[in-house]
């Protein structure tokens, strides 16, 4: 074997470019010696003229199963593997297409076992399942009408799977196509000399196109899946940047939700339907106000005046529901009241029960706003809430203390101004339950130094606030109690699918300073999500509830791999085969109707 470069015209242009092939040297029945093109290594072969004999000879090393006796650089030893992958492959379908017509059954083969090697393992598993579900809604098909090439459809398809298999940068995401996936075989292409560059410009791409993008799945997803559009969720969070994001305007310094106050944020907003599909997204900037962005996404959206809009606290402010009125729009909110207490009022419903816990619930009609509200009590909740309280008591109780301690150590804070404003952060810090507390500070006869701090814990304030009670709120007068609370529900059940995007699918943080990266970066976490949650939407029909950490770490062992034995007549086989699934595989891949041994097999013979 051996590298030959040869100069080609282009076409179209008539530009003259350099071509390189590998090829190899055979003497005819006739004794004449001939040269065959075994595969063309394209224009952007980039090993140097001097290490091209060794890089040959590494790569007939590799065929013939044989382990090489130098020292090879890395760059040249994951070249030689990656030809090496690539002539198996071709040499397998030429192999197997001259035997297509023929009845091929038991192929029985004298073997070394001595010899048996197993290499080139990639996962194939959660691969699969996403290629199959990314057919099923569309989204090559989308992709092409939009004028994608199939180059650029799959590397997309392959940019949006690997943040939905392996979440994290771009980066990432091309150490994960190039060194540990078996998706490109699933395809049908070869991801071994993919770039960087051409994942960015992917997302780019996709990013100029995601209205089109976004409207297209949607439809797609409720014409496969046969759900009502009833009810709408919208819902806001913000990702952290790790550098200075200069080059981002939308960049800004807000209230994280990871508590990253000293990082840049961005905003997104999304509104999903009832079983949970995303309809519409928009990127904000990190200092947006959540309740300001309502009426821009519904608007966009276009949405049916006749599904319920559903919010939580946060959104559902009084300029917020007022528009949703004026606007003829049905509403069903968490209402911001605080300090609730239930109704006097005998005939209440029993909404939930179950062991340790039981949802009550008293319907009443406000005739102020003209609105139905519901105030619910709930036996966990409340549970929860004293645990929570218990446990800020202890901490507040704590830092109380230290302060006390501090005025008799001799560096502690004794001034008096000091330990009120000291006191005055505390009261912030745990607004929750400092209102339960009397604390008095004992100043010295001049007041420059506290010389004691007491508190009392107030029992009657404590014991007069009602926990575990909520109200909700609507417009639609002529539903019960028990409609109003299942519908909530299903705005709690939505907002745990919505984590998952910001939890699983390497949404945070976000490494990128220029802004059309950024929003690219985003997309391409919320395109992951349409196929996380129609994966999830038709498991869960069959009884598997999995969350897709728990998935993907079930799938991750059914891999593809390459196996080389040394035959009695002195060639070589490689056999290409995708391992057997185990059974909780098996299970995933029936239940989603799809094959359970992904990828054919392929032999070549050396």
């Not at 048996?116 to 057919?135: F, Q, Y």
């Not at 089109?212 to 046969?226: M, R, S």
């Not at 062992?557 to 057997?580: D, F, M, P, Q, Y």
Request: contains cysteine; hydrophobic residues 35%.
């Amino acid at each position: 074997m051996y590298i030959r470069k040869s100069q080609q015209k282009h076409p179209k242009t008539g530009e003259l470019y350099s071509t390189y092939r590998l090829v190899e040297s055979y003497r005819t029945a006739e004794g004449k010696v001939r040269q065959q093109t075994l595969l063309n290594l394209g224009s952007h072969f980039s090993i140097p003229i001097e290490d091209w004999k060794a890089l040959a000879a590494r790569v007939e090393e590799i065929l013939h199963g044989q382990l090489s006796l130098l020292d090879q650089n890395q760059c040249l030893e994951h070249e030689a593997q990656r030809i090496a992958k690539l002539l198996t492959a071709k040499t397998a379908q030429r192999q197997s297409s001259s035997q297509q017509n023929l009845q091929i059954g038991a192929d029985y083969q004298s073997v070394d076992l001595n010899s048996i090697e197993h290499h080139d393992v990639r996962t194939i598993g959660a691969e699969h399942v996403a290629v199959s579900v990314a057919k099923q809604i569309q989204l090559m098909e989308i992709m092409e009408a939009l004028g994608f090439n199939q180059r650029q459809k799959e590397v997309a398809l392959a940019n949006i799977i690997g943040r939905l298999v392996h979440p994290g940068s771009e980066l990432s995401t091309h150490r994960y196509l190039t060194a540990n996936s078996a998706l490109d075989e699933l395809l049908g292409t070869d991801f071994s000399d993919i770039g960087l560059h051409n994942l960015y410009q992917s997302s780019d791409r996709l990013l100029k196109h995601k209205d089109a993008i976004e409207a297209a799945l949607y439809q797609n997803e409720k014409e496969i899946f046969q759900f009502d559009e009833m009810i709408t969720l919208y819902d806001l969070t913000n990702t952290y940047f790790e550098g200075r994001s200069t080059g981002n305007n939308k960049a800004q310094y807000g209230r994280s939700k990871e508590k990253r106050t000293d990082c840049c944020l961005v905003a997104l907003g999304i509104v999903l339907d009832s079983s949970g599909f995303p309809k519409k997204s928009k990127i904000y900037s990190g200092n947006v106000s959540e309740p300001k962005t309502l009426e821009e996404m519904l608007t966009m959206l276009q949405s049916n005046k006749e599904t319920i809009v559903v919010m939580d606290a946060g959104i559902a402010t009084e300029e917020n529901i007022e528009w949703l009125k004026n606007n003829h729009y049905r509403f069903i909110v968490v209402s911001r009241k605080r300090n609730l207490t239930m109704p006097d009022i005998e005939n209440r419903v029993l909404l939930k029960e179950e062991k340790n816990n039981q949802v009550e619930a008293v319907l009443v009609s406000n005739d102020e706003t003209n609105e139905l509200e519901l105030y619910c009590h709930s036996q966990a909740k409340e549970e929860k809430s004293k645990e929570l309280v218990s446990k800020s008591c202890t901490r507040y109780e704590d830092e109380l203390n230290k302060l006390a301690q501090g005025l008799h150590k001799k560096k502690g804070t004794k001034k008096y101004a000091k330990i009120m404003e000291r006191i005055g952060r505390l009261k912030e810090k745990f607004s929750r339950v400092n209102q339960l507390y009397d604390i008095q500070v004992i100043p010295d006869e001049q007041s420059q130094q506290a010389v004691a701090i007491t508190w009392v814990r107030n029992e009657n304030k404590e014991h007069s606030k009602q926990a575990g009670i909520y109200c909700l709120r609507t417009n639609q007068k002529q539903l019960d109690a028990n409609t109003i609370w299942v519908v909530y529900t299903t705005l709690t059940d939505l907002e745990s699918a919505f984590r998952s995007l910001k939890s699983e699918l390497g949404m945070r943080p976000v490494y990128h300073q220029k802004e059309d990266r950024v929003d690219g970066h985003l997309f391409i976490s919320i395109l992951a999500y349409h196929l996380l949650h129609s994966i999830r939407y038709q498991l869960k029909a069959h009884g598997i509830h999995d969350s897709w950490q728990t998935l993907r770490e079930t799938l991750s062992t059914h891999c593809r791999i390459t196996t080389t034995l040394k035959l009695e007549n002195g060639k070589v086989v490689k056999i290409r085969k995708t391992a057997s699934p185990n059974a909780e595989q098996s299970a995933i891949y029936h239940a989603l109707k799809i094959s359970t041994h992904p990828a054919k097999t392929e032999k070549a013979f050396f």
